[in-house]
């Protein structure tokens, strides 16, 4: 089954049983406390919230979604893309628990002539909150769910929220068993590359105040009324169905990955790290095209910074894998818009444009690798004849500061030396030049202070282990 036929399935089934189908919003979020819409539930929130009507108590989406904390895991876990498309089913205030969860299972297992998606119902797990009697009750006695295959889980994993203030709420989640030759027994609590989490249901009931972590906030109070917010991952239902690994492997992004195999001459299961790369080019062309079709440009703050780190990241496992040539990114953002044109015909009216932000981003980060590469070597081979362990924050300041090296590449080239970075030593600096930047401002009462600096520094100390919601403007980037 192609993606896009999994988009329509998904959308006549719930439309069929009335909801009203909304179009997928731009990836830039509209709300302030985001910088990319990471969840299909962004738009509606304030009709969860209650400040606006929604045009229909139960809606249907398929939203585009981007999740800069994931960038890490891109091409190593099966499941991790920074784009992904979420599939949604929302109930503002109609029904709740008791038909979300039937609504799910029937879609799910309904035979795939009939409009479902046919999973053999002994495949699915479920998890619900760990005080959730009445979500466990629902799969159990409601659809038929054997007690042995739901599982209980806390905040970290069965509890949603946006990271920010705003609404959440327990969830249960439904996850598909790939068989043994994926993993260990004993369901997602044991495995979650074996299992895997295909949607989420949320039971949107909270109003959620300070959000300290993942696990970690006030609640203070409930919403106006019981919501449903259900997120269900396209491209991972896609590589189910199509019976591949990994969602790198699903029409749409294979065709991406494919094609960088051939520019560079990998080849794809030959060799674990090139594959990393290769499934990292095909996530991230496929990225950073949909990014600059909606509107952002390549910069050095906010969402134009994701941006620049998604195209760059694409370059430089390119030349990881020896492709070092200009055009390389044009030739698969040309791929990337053909395999997403059906489902998003304006990719292709807008080719031109988005060709001339990338094929420009590409260009000049070509340019700072040149200059800068053969800076860190030599930087490389001092601190290797020093026998140090780290190279020292002076360097990668100064291949910041001079040769235009983000922070996060000096740190993942040195990963690949075996060396690690003086990141106390590197923010200092970075402290230092801030304070001097401010000092000149407050001088010469121009206010023309470096807001990138300040803003890779807030990246950098916003510690991207701690969960710092999905994208919100403080901490991730
Ligand atoms: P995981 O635990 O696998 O990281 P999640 O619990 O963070 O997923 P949710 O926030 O529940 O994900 O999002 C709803 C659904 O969206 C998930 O069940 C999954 O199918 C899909 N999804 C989430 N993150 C990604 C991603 N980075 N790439 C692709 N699909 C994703
Ligand atoms: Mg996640
Ligand atoms: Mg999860
Ligand atoms: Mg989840």
Redesign the pocket.
Known sequence: MESAEVARRFLNFFAERGHTVVPSASLIAEDPTLLLVP?GMVPFKPYFLGQRTPPSPRMTSAQKCV?TP?IE?VGKTT????F?Q?LGNFSIGDYFKEQAIPFAWELLTRSRDDGGFGFPEEKLWVTVYTDDDEAQDLWHRGVGVPLERIQRRGLA?NY?HMGVPGPGGPCS?IYYDRGPEHGREGGPVAD?DRYL????LVFMQKQLGTVRSKVDFDVVGDLPSRNIDT???L??MAAILQGVDN?YETDTLWRVLERAAELTGAKYGADHRADVSLRVIADHVRSGTMMVADGIRPGNEGRGYVLRRILRRSVRNLRLLGGQDAGLMHALTDVAIAAMGEQYPDLVRTAANIHTVIDAEEESFLQTLRTGTAIFDTAVAETRSAGAGALPGAQAFKLHDTYGFPIDLTLEMAAEQGLRVDEDGFRRLMAEQRDRAKKDAREKKTGNLDVSVLDELLTRSGGRVDFTGYGAVTGDA
């Open positions: 969840a999740r994931d895991e499941r991790h893309a920074t992904f979420m994993d949603w989640e979650e989490e295909v949607w989420n997120g269900m991952g491209e991972r969602i």
